[in-house]
């Protein structure tokens, strides 16, 4: 079946002499071999195991390959030798085949070779599993001048080796052991193929369905050679899609395939027959660029992946392909960059053009460009298509002139010929001595450049003479980087120079904006009632300074207004006093219901805003009393007390107050009490988080002075109001009446964001005293809506389940901080307070307007949204792909929550991911964001949040040049006082998980 019409056989002889049937049958094709033949089959000798057998087929050699294969059999009975004409690989392969008598195959190229322990490894692996039909190890390539490249290996192949080998060609062909009756059924190698025959037999092997295992060491080496098939993209090519159009569909070859692969490969996530063809070209073209071709149409690679997270894998098959045509191992390329530099940035631009995106194109070749320098030692400078790598000296940094093209620096920083540190940042201009300093104090220990600062001050000419003979010189370097930034920026050539002129125009757009700016309304908010002051009159004084400071007009004030006057005892009252009356809007709908009226407060200020209020009242008296010093009036038949008794000292206090009203009610007289159920009283229900004791424990207060008995009280889950009397001689107290009431007005911004409901697990004051840690969770979030398109639920949360959400936090003691407050805490080093949390979203959503903040609001918690500046009040066209996009908001609206209490940064002017965008585009975005939304919100905007939570190493630095001291990026977890502030980590809250989901995350960073 396999044999060829001119193919012959040399009988065995040698040492042993002895037929027998081995374990392992070798197969070494051999055509002009003699230069290394010698490596392959002395690798055989050196194996560990001895129980094999070699057949080594001579393919028509025309040098001196017969007499050393001679020489072989000659000395060792267990080489074998067979004469061929195939003049092919598959052949010549098939043809030693079909005479191996071992249970295991390994087919041996006489220009490879394998490690002595590689029989004995791969033969234990399958030893170990029974059921596997064939191992495979990891591999390194052997480049001309014997210089090895890292190990290689597929680890997908165990999992999954014929969807796999139905796209690529992922093993080596010596660095597998196969079953050879397996082999044999399936037919061998196919010899119509020129090349890829070896991928063409695996993956008629993998769609069998049996297992594979991995060896997970490099046993196998393979020589690249300049006269290589592999170096022969256009056959590759041709070949390839040959196999690949077999691994996509039925193959009649293969008589008994798993029922899962009988129909071929699944086209499953884009993985389809078409993508995997353009990958293998991909690999091609690039060797072809090595090679100094270009045989590789730019459309055949038009169905490679566009999206940022493919970029870095096209960026590792180029570099792949490119190692085989240009004959060198990656350490090698970006010194002979000159070689086919040029041809394979066209390539990748052609990439761009064919994709239609000419970002995604910059993204790969900065990652290409990337892993080049990476393994570069930059013994000399290595000017790449945009990156300039090189070495400096950190003890005496000299300007870099950039050269047309180049937008970032890769280099070594050296000290005493040692890399002290490595330093990748975007450029835009010259890099001048001044700026290497700045850099230089950024990355290398401050210690390390130090030892030579007095040196280093006398070379330079900056430098300010130092007075007096015992001078310390160590800190002229660090003086140097100190220098003005109008100074350092005077050259208009060099990077801050450029910087400047991008920060000029961002500045001038901004200016000539038609948007009109408007006056910011200051968040509203009413005082807590915990606030004490020594001067009673001073603090309340202060506190009427701004009119109507609790919205008294707001419907849940008035509805508690209409149940005081429900709770009013019944038949005529004669004389009324109010204490604290505040600016009368109570006032006025009392004194109808009483005879006289005498309406009294602390603050002067409230008492002439209430007197004017009530200027039409003629049985209405005002004065000024401190209640709690002064006398009260006495014979009052009617004294209404609201809101006031929390700022009183303590319970002690309020006995003192009891005992004065007793003094000051007539006989049979009432007193009226409405007061907010506080947490502090029971921290298991419903009530205001305020530093303070609260309706219950003055209601229990008041209930137990002599001499007063509670008649009626009107509950809600807010508040109680209470009506006492003052017992006449001879009287009885009779059981309360309780009335359970719903509160039906809406319930106002200003209230609400005091108000735990349900009770709480912890209050703020108490874990503020209690806990200090280490470590704090910043949360991310996108849209905050019912609806959106499918694919995108990942981002969407559900109004209800943010809501519940923020109540968990308000309830467990959480208070939220801005990205400010977090960068204090990691600089001072100083212990996060509590239990801070600080929530964020990206994209600026209308719907963070319309369901967030409000939630937020309620739960007296606050938020920095990122906007995308360039579409504020436009629509996430990013996601359009996904579906209709969703509205952002609008400057007015930014305005407004601005004006509330929210927070704002930037999401850069765009929504473009970085690490496609040049230096000078990610600059100019990073200042445009900012200036805009300094000129929407009044305040310095001083953090980003990176699209896509894709970075690269230029953004940090870049970012902090353009004025931002904060940066969130691509990475994941709790935030601690150990990270960098402009590369800070965020935990993402999905939408398609539970509250339950939300705890855990929030409690493993408390834990």
Not at 342 to 351: A, F, G, W
Not at 914 to 935: H, K, P, Q, W
Request: hydrophobic content about 45%.
């Amino acid at each position: 079946m396999f044999r060829d019409s001119c193919s012959t056989f040399e009988p065995t002889r040698g040492l042993h002499g002895v037929a027998h049937n081995p374990l392992v049958s070798i197969v070494v094709p051999a055509h002009n071999a003699e230069v290394t033949l010698a490596r392959a089959l002395d690798c055989l000798l050196d194996q560990e195991i001895v129980d094999w057998e070699a057949i080594i087929v001579d393919d028509a050699s025309t040098d001196r390959t017969p007499a050393i294969i001679a020489g072989y059999v000659e000395h060792d009975a267990r080489f074998r030798t067979l004469s061929s004409c195939a003049y092919s690989a598959a052949g010549a392969r098939n043809i030693g085949m079909s005479t191996a008598r071992g249970h295991w195959l390994m087919f041996l190229d006489a220009d490879d070779w394998v490690d002595a322990s590689f029989l004995a490894k791969m033969l234990a692996a399958l030893e170990a599993a029974p059921d596997a039909v064939a191992a495979y190890c990891g591999s390194r390539r052997v480049m001309p001048d014997g210089e090895l490249t890292q190990s290689s290996i597929a680890t997908e192949v165990a999992i999954q080796p014929f969807e796999t080998f139905a796209r690529r060609c992922a093993i080596r062909t010596h660095a597998l052991l196969v079953d050879r009756k397996t082999i044999a059924e399936l037919g061998g190698f196919d010899v119509s193929l020129r090349t890829c025959e070896d991928w063409d037999l695996w993956q008629r092997l993998a769609r069998l369905g049996k297992h594979w295992v991995m060896v997970d060491e490099p046993l196998a080496f393979y020589r690249v050679s300049p006269n290589a098939l592999s170096r022969n993209s256009t056959q590759m090519l041709a070949d390839a899609e040959i196999v690949i159009a077999r691994g996509f569909s039925a193959d009649p070859r293969v008589k008994h395939p798993a029922s899962a692969h009988a129909n071929g490969a699944i086209e499953a996530n884009g993985r389809t027959a078409s993508e995997a063809l353009a990958w293998f070209a991909l690999w091609n073209a690039a060797s072809d660029c090595g090679c100094g071709s270009r045989s590789i149409n730019p459309q055949s690679l038009r169905t490679l992946p566009a999206g940022r997270k493919w970029a870095r894998e096209i960026a590792k098959v180029a570099v792949d392909g490119l190692m085989v045509g240009s004959l060198s191992v990656p350490a090698q390329l970006a010194a002979r960059w000159d070689r086919f530099g040029d041809s394979l940035t066209e390539l990748i631009i052609e990439l761009g053009k064919v994709w239609n995106n000419p970002d995604a194109a910059r993204r790969v070749q900065y990652h290409f460009e990337q892993m080049l320098l990476d393994v570069d030692d930059l013994a000399a400078p290595r000017r790449l298509a945009r990156t300039l790598g090189i070495r400096v000296d950190a003890r005496n940094p000299a300007s870099i002139e950039v050269p047309e093209g180049i937008d970032q620096i890769y280099a070594h920083l050296m000290m005493d010929g040692q890399i002290e540190a490595l330093v990748q940042f975007g450029v835009l201009g010259r890099v001048t001595r001044r700026h290497w300093i700045e850099l230089i104090l950024n990355f290398v220990p401050p210690e390390r450049p130090m030892h030579s600062a007095a040196r280093l001050a006398r070379r330079s000419p900056v430098d300010a003479p130092q007075k007096g003979a015992g001078a310390d010189k160590s800190n002229m370097f660090a003086a140097e980087a100190l220098l003005s930034m109008a100074g350092r920026r005077s050259d208009r050539d060099s990077h801050f120079g450029k910087l400047a002129g991008l920060a000029a125009e961002a500045q001038a757009l901004v200016r000539s904006s038609a948007e009109t700016k408007e006056p910011f309304t200051a968040p509203r908010r009413a005082r807590a009632a915990d606030g004490r002051d020594n001067d009673r009159t001073s603090f309340w004084n202060r506190h009427f300074a701004t009119e109507d400071p609790w919205n008294y007009g707001s419907p849940y004030e008035q509805e508690k207004y209409e149940r005081q006057l429900e709770i009013l005892p019944a038949g005529p009252i004669g004389r009324a006093l109010e204490l604290a009356c505040a600016e009368g809007h109570f006032t006025r709908q009392l004194a109808p219901r009483v005879g006289h009226l005498t309406a009294t407060d602390i603050s002067a200020v409230a008492v002439g805003r209430a007197r004017a209020r009530c200027s039409d009242q003629p049985n209405v008296e005002f004065g000024v009393l401190d209640f709690s010093a002064d006398t009260l009036p006495g014979e009052m038949d009617l004294i209404v007390c609201s809101e006031v008794l929390y700022y009183l000292d303590d319970l002690a206090d309020v006995r003192r107050i009891a005992k004065k009203l007793i003094e000051a009610l007539a006989p049979g007289g009432s007193f009226i009490s409405a007061h907010a159920f506080v947490l502090r009283d029971n921290v298991g229900r419903t009530g205001f988080d305020w530093n303070t004791f609260g309706a219950q424990a003055i209601s229990e207060t008041l209930a137990a002075t002599d001499g007063l008995v509670l008649d009626q009280s009107i509950q809600t889950e807010l508040y109680r109001i209470d009506r006492f009397r003052r017992l006449s001689p001879g009287d009885v107290a009779t059981e309360a009446m309780v009335d359970h009431v719903p509160i039906r007005a809406p319930v106002e911004i200003g209230v609400a964001r005091n108000i735990v409901w349900g009770g709480a697990r912890a209050l703020r004051r108490d874990v503020a005293r209690s806990e200090r840690r280490q470590r704090i969770p910043v949360l991310m979030y996108h849209s905050v809506a019912d609806d959106g398109p499918a694919a995108l639920a990942r981002f969407r949360l559900a109004p209800a389940a943010f809501a519940s959400q923020m109540a968990w936090l308000r309830a467990n003691g959480f208070h939220a901080i801005r990205s400010e407050q977090l960068e204090w805490f990691i600089v001072n080093r100083q212990p996060f307070v509590g239990r801070p949390v600080l929530i964020t979203f990206d994209d600026g959503f209308q719907n963070f307007a319309d369901h967030a903040w409000p939630a937020l609001r309620t739960n007296d918690l606050t938020a920095e949204v990122f906007l995308v500046t360039d579409l504020v009040g436009e629509s996430a066209q990013w996601d359009a792909y996904s579906g209709p996009p969703t509205q952002l908001m609008d400057a007015g609206t930014v305005r407004r929550l601005a004006g509330e209490g929210a927070f704002f940064g930037s999401h850069l002017a765009t929504h473009r991911a970085i690490d496609g965008l040049s230096s000078s585009d990610l600059a100019a975005e990073l200042l445009r964001s900012r200036m805009f939304i300094e000129r929407w919100t009044g305040r310095p905007t001083t953090a980003f949040a990176a699209p896509f939570s894709v970075t690269d190493r230029r953004l940090g630095r870049l970012a902090k040049e353009c004025g931002y001291r904060i940066g969130f990026g691509g990475r994941h977890g709790p935030a601690d006082l150990d990270c960098d502030p402009i590369d800070l980590p965020r935990i993402e809250i999905r939408g398609d998980h539970s509250l339950d989901d939300f705890v855990g995350k929030v409690e493993a960073v408390l834990a």
